[in-house]
């Protein structure tokens, strides 16, 4: 089956009533005879391609040749002909691209996949090196594959001892499960861990238009299911739930394609494992992840990753304003970034079973889980035109699987949250306390000074001294020997779960009131740096934002030459290479600079920015101009011209920015609100210390109507570039 695999109505009736007789009269009766019975079911829908026709004037050209009886002249026309559609068909090509890239799923289109996968494709090094061994040099292509094999063999080792008795434990949860179900029938009907309902939601989470698998069958293939093969499904997959079906090949050894991490990859440890999984397994451990999400989804301030109504950006938001707060208020602030090295491949299953467990996952449950992740797995690696011997697979989750982004963010978010508690027992990590510290502020005392400034803030204890977004971790500390600490805790942490700190990698900043320029770790002395990236934002200590604007701008023009092809195309129409460059460029241009404040100089930054991608892609060059124009009226001429366009298609970027500011501070002011949880960002935002509040009561003792911060900056608060009741326009 191909991966566009899209019946059209008889197609599919035609498809279910033979994927009907195959699965009647007991002729399927494991995965691999199902799997068989869909693809041979389905083999009679062809691809559907979009087909090229001729335009009217081709067809009079076409008609006046056909009626012509010279034939010198009918040659002469039929080269015309041959030329005139050779174009057209050039510009429909490019019209089509551009036309799905501006429909509102043009990044599934598969043209528009074709091309982006080109860009991807990275030319073959010179030479393979490897951290196995740091001096080599290898340019022999025929032993790269070796030198691939043998990265992937060290990553996936685990110790046999361990491994051994995590699998002596799934035979003990086997054990119990038989013992506790002993008075069942285990036929998958009677006695069901996945339900029709958990069926039907696992399928509508399968994405739609990827790789198939070993099993050959795609996504769109098992939405089309008949009530009966779809019972039958749903027995096979209870069966192998319970341990009484053995899973097939395709599900143990895994296609994985190695997916370079950068344009100039050189080292073997520079590829990234993506693995194509079967698409049944992809549906059972959906059915899987369906059941155990509500006891292992991640809680709490900390991890955000992986969770459905949580974002980058509010990371993005929460880290800018811990380095606003302690700026403000005189706060020493370090925040550390962490790298995790191959942090999905080696996160041991023990430390998944021990998760489990701990969250009370029922018996049944755990144990279809861990047969998954403990049985005998291998990886078929593959890269660039090479095919690698099998690796076997002992520990890590594998990327591309469902279960793998769920597993490894669960874990860490409950790693993270132990430490978290026990730093703030001993009072390590940023602290901002209780508002109203003292006890004669109490919650009375709030309602009775009602009137103060500011009487929305809320009063509660504020200790995040880490936040993650999946493998992406931050430690943020009140100086550098807390920064040390933490930084030897997460360590230690890390190797418990089979993971590993690479300190190489490892950056850190700090504002004006921390003197140190250096923390240790170990014996790695880690020196500070001027920004951090943090998940696309670029972010300093001393609040400085210009930095992230350049961060942004310089992302945007490599998206900018990424789609070059087609934002350059001549032949297609102006306003729809304009569409597809707010669908890509655009996105990459803007990406969290909602979070950032109001300033005119940020926005004149952005609008030039877009003016010198537009004449870039209008071909305005200073060669098709008077040439007696000098390079400065040149520029002011085309500036000029661009500037009244975008005024008038409504495409500038500067209104886009203020109404996704406006949406964003709307999306923050609605947590706590109706059902949703109190955000730490909302809490963040509206923290003011102590101090603040004795200030603002003075104040109005004196007749005064607000306290300013004497030590204010000149720019304003992240909150009071919108309007002051912004708390009250909350829609929703």
């Not at 925040?335 to 090295?341: F, P, Q």
């Not at 600490?485 to 997460?490: H, N, P, T």
């Not at 500037?643 to 706590?672: E, I, M, Q, Y």
Request: glycine share 4%; hydrophobic share 40%; with cysteine.
């Amino acid at each position: 089956m191909h991966k566009r695999w899209s019946p059209s109505v008889e197609e599919q009736d035609l498809y279910l009533e033979r994927l009907r007789c195959a699965c009647s009269g007991g002729q399927v009766a494991c995965f691999e005879e199902m799997s068989k019975a869909i693809v041979s079911s389905a083999m009679h829908v062809k691809p559907k391609s979009s087909a090229f026709r001729d335009s009217p004037v081709l067809k009079s050209m076409c008609a006046r040749r056909n009626a012509m009886t010279n034939r010198l002249e009918k040659d002469n026309l039929s080269r015309e002909i041959i030329r005139h559609r050779k174009d057209e068909r050039k510009a429909w090509t490019h019209e089509l691209v551009i036309a799905a890239a501006s429909g509102p799923d043009w990044s599934k289109h598969h043209i528009l996949q074709e091309i982006d996968r080109k860009k991807q494709v990275r030319q073959m090094p010179r030479a393979l090196s490897t951290p196995l061994d740091p001096a080599l040099r290898e340019k022999d292509h025929e032993k790269w594959p070796g030198m691939f094999a043998d990265l992937y063999d060290d990553i996936f080792q685990w110790c046999h001892g361990e491994l051994h008795d995590e699998r002596v434990n799934l035979k003990k949860l086997r054990h119990a499960l038989d013992c506790a179900l002993s008075n069942e029938r285990l036929d998958g009907r009677r006695l069901q861990l996945i339900t029709q309902p958990v069926l039907f939601e696992a399928q509508s989470r399968l994405k739609r238009g990827k790789a198939v698998g070993n099993d050959g069958v795609v996504a769109e293939a098992l939405l089309y299911l008949g009530s009966e093969p779809t019972m039958l499904l749903l027995e096979l997959f209870n069966l192998r739930a319970f341990g009484k079906l053995a899973a097939p090949d395709s599900w143990k050894h895994t296609l994985t394609v190695l997916i370079p991490k950068v344009t100039s990859a050189c080292s073997v440890d520079q590829f990234r494992p993506i693995a194509v999984v079967a698409m049944l397994q992809k549906l059972y451990m959906r059915c899987l992840l369906a059941l155990v999400e509500k006891y292992i989804m991640p809680k709490g301030d900390i991890q955000h990753g992986n969770r459905r109504h949580y974002q980058t950006t509010e990371v993005i938001q929460f880290m800018r304003l811990v380095t606003e707060k302690c700026l403000e208020w005189g706060r020493p602030c370090v925040i550390v970034s962490l790298d995790v090295k191959k942090a999905f491949d080696r996160l041991k299953p023990s430390a998944i079973a021990k998760l489990l467990e701990k969250r009370g996952v029922p018996l049944h449950l755990r144990h279809a889980i861990m047969q998954e992740l403990l049985d005998d797995r291998s990886l078929d690696l593959r890269v660039f035109d090479f095919t690698c011997r099998k690796v076997r697979m002992m520990r890590g989750v594998r990327q591309g699987s469902p279960e793998s982004a769920l597993f490894f963010s669960a874990v860490i978010n409950d790693a993270l949250t132990e430490l978290s508690l026990i730093w703030k027992r001993e009072d390590v990590g940023m602290h901002f306390g209780k508002f109203g510290g003292d006890e004669q502020l109490s919650e009375d005392w709030f309602l009775e000074h009602d009137d103060v400034l500011g009487a929305r803030v809320l009063y509660e204890d504020i200790h995040v001294p880490c936040v993650a977004f999946a493998e992406d971790m931050y430690l943020i500390a009140r100086s550098h020997a807390e920064a040390e600490r933490m930084l030897r805790d997460v360590s230690e942490m890390l190797i418990e779960l089979g993971l590993e700190l690479q300190v190489s990698k490892t950056k850190w900043i700090k504002n004006k009131h921390i003197s140190a320029t250096v923390i240790c770790h170990g014996t790695v002395e880690i020196p500070v740096v001027d920004s951090l990236v943090v998940l696309g934002s670029a972010l300093r200590g001393d609040t400085q934002e210009t930095i992230t604007v350049e961060h942004r701008i310089e992302q945007a023009w490599k998206c900018f030459h990424k789609w070059s092809r087609l934002l350059l195309c001549k032949e297609a129409p102006f306003a729809s290479r304009v569409s597809l460059w707010q669908r890509t460029v655009q996105v990459s241009l803007l990406w969290g600079l909602q979070t950032i404040r109001q300033h005119k100089t940020i926005d004149r930054r952005l609008r030039t920015t877009q003016l010198l991608m537009f004449r870039k892609m209008r071909g305005m060059g200073r060669n098709m101009s008077n040439e007696n124009e000098t390079w400065l009226a040149w520029q002011k001429r085309t500036f000029r011209e661009l500037a009244r366009w975008v005024d008038g298609s409504g495409t500038c970027v500067v209104p886009v920015l203020n109404k996704s500011k406006l949406s964003w501070v709307r999306h923050l002011a609605r947590f706590g609100c109706g059902v949703r949880e109190i955000h730490v960002v909302k809490r963040l935002l509206l923290w003011r210390p102590l101090s603040w509040w004795r200030k603002q009561q003075q104040a109005i003792a004196d007749g005064r109507s607000a306290w300013r911060h004497p030590a204010r900056f000149k720019t304003l608060r992240y909150e009071e570039q919108f309007p002051s009741n912004w708390l009250d326009t909350v829609q929703f």
